[in-house]
């Protein structure tokens, strides 16, 4: 086989989590050793997202998400059309990888599979690198303390309201951007304005009340944040769950704009009041814990 000019690694990168960055490391290693050039190839959705019947709430990083983390982990990277690429054998699939991206190493994860039905398995890989004569590697797990890190285990955790969780295993804070539509306008008359966030289908959302920090364009301010179906005053079974935020000290219209919010602490669960006045009790009871949680939360954006 003639020398590639890619040491490439492929996978969906939900997250792109600490386990995706030790990949991204070994795969800048291996490609310096063998002179090769690193590219990850990377699909915007899981190809398990595309093909599900019920895809909502399934993603950690939207396609937008995903390629501002890829870019900022500094490792070239592709995306791929899932459309082009679903009805592929594992031989076709990598024939175009040896060909149209000009592979001369491939790295995967110990749990890797592609092509049709996923019939490209690690096995599978290992043998055709031995045949096209190019270096194939797997890279281990990666643990942060006794966890296997993976995207799963983050969506878990996220489920279980653990934000300091999600936090250690994605390297950084969990981010939800979405843009800024017309609701109801209650949260005006019970004196907390909030900003209601259309997020799309596909976003993984942690349901309850938190403490959160928000950009708006390019300034950051505190808040608090509900993710739930607004029982108290809300009798409609809505399928994906409304995202409110309460932004602190801020008075703009932002209507159309996208923001983005920064996950600090879960305040508790979302609870169906005994009428408005106990729900605006307890909203300010939220405020002054998150403002307290805020004071010490730090992170880069």
């Given at each position: 086989?003639?020398?590639?000019?890619?040491?490439?690694?492929?996978?969906?990168?939900?997250?792109?989590?600490?386990?995706?960055?030790?990949?991204?490391?070994?795969?800048?290693?291996?490609?310096?050793?063998?002179?090769?050039?690193?590219?990850?190839?990377?699909?915007?959705?899981?190809?398990?997202?595309?093909?599900?019947?019920?895809?909502?709430?399934?993603?950690?990083?939207?396609?937008?998400?995903?390629?501002?983390?890829?870019?900022?982990?500094?490792?070239?990277?592709?995306?791929?059309?899932?459309?082009?690429?679903?009805?592929?054998?594992?031989?076709?699939?990598?024939?175009?990888?040896?060909?149209?991206?000009?592979?001369?190493?491939?790295?995967v994860g110990p749990d890797f599979a592609f092509g049709k039905n996923r019939s490209g398995s690690v096995e599978f890989l290992r043998q055709a690198c031995k045949?096209?004569?190019?270096?194939?590697?797997?890279?281990?797990?990666?643990?942060?303390?006794?966890?296997?890190?993976?995207?799963?285990?983050?969506?878990?955790?996220?489920?279980?309201?653990?934000?300091?969780?999600?936090?250690?295993?994605?390297?950084?804070?969990?981010?939800?951007?979405?843009?800024?539509?017309?609701?109801?306008?209650?949260?005006?008359?019970?004196?907390?304005?909030?900003?209601?966030?259309?997020?799309?289908?596909?976003?993984?959302?942690?349901?309850?009340?938190?403490?959160?920090?928000?950009?708006?364009?390019?300034?950051?301010?505190?808040?608090?944040?509900?993710?739930?179906?607004?029982?108290?005053?809300?009798?409609?079974?809505?399928?994906?769950?409304?995202?409110?935020?309460?932004?602190?000290?801020?008075?703009?219209?932002?209507?159309?704009?996208?923001?983005?919010?920064?996950?600090?602490?879960?305040?508790?669960?979302?609870?169906?009041?005994?009428?408005?006045?106990?729900?605006?009790?307890?909203?300010?009871?939220?405020?002054?814990?998150?403002?307290?949680?805020?004071?010490?939360?730090?992170?880069?954006?």
């Amino acid at each position: 086989m003639k020398h590639g000019t890619y040491f490439i690694t492929i996978g969906t990168f939900d997250g792109v989590h600490t386990g995706h960055r030790f990949l991204f490391g070994r795969l800048e290693t291996l490609a310096a050793q063998y002179r090769l050039k690193p590219l990850v190839l990377y699909f915007p959705l899981p190809p398990k997202t595309l093909l599900s019947n019920h895809p909502e709430m399934t993603v950690l990083s939207s396609p937008e998400e995903k390629r501002v983390l890829l870019r900022q982990s500094g490792t070239p990277c592709q995306a791929l059309d899932f459309n082009l690429l679903r009805t592929l054998s594992a031989q076709q699939f990598f024939n175009r990888l040896l060909t149209h991206y000009k592979m001369g190493g491939l790295l995967v994860g110990p749990d890797f599979a592609f092509g049709k039905n996923r019939s490209g398995s690690v096995e599978f890989l290992r043998q055709a690198c031995k045949k096209a004569q190019i270096p194939f590697h797997v890279a281990p797990f990666y643990h942060v303390g006794t966890e296997k890190i993976s995207s799963s285990l983050i969506r878990k955790t996220l489920a279980g309201g653990d934000i300091a969780g999600s936090h250690a295993f994605l390297g950084r804070p969990y981010a939800v951007t979405g843009l800024v539509i017309k609701g109801k306008q209650l949260g005006r008359k019970l004196g907390f304005p909030t900003a209601n966030l259309d997020t799309g289908i596909y976003k993984v959302l942690p349901l309850g009340v938190f403490a959160v920090k928000v950009r708006v364009g390019r300034r950051y301010y505190d808040g608090f944040c509900n993710i739930g179906f607004r029982p108290t005053v809300n009798s409609i079974n809505d399928k994906l769950p409304l995202v409110e935020v309460n932004i602190f000290d801020f008075k703009q219209s932002i209507y159309g704009r996208k923001i983005t919010i920064w996950f600090a602490k879960k305040l508790r669960d979302e609870t169906k009041f005994d009428g408005l006045d106990a729900l605006v009790a307890r909203l300010k009871a939220d405020r002054t814990q998150a403002r307290q949680i805020l004071r010490h939360f730090v992170f880069k954006p």
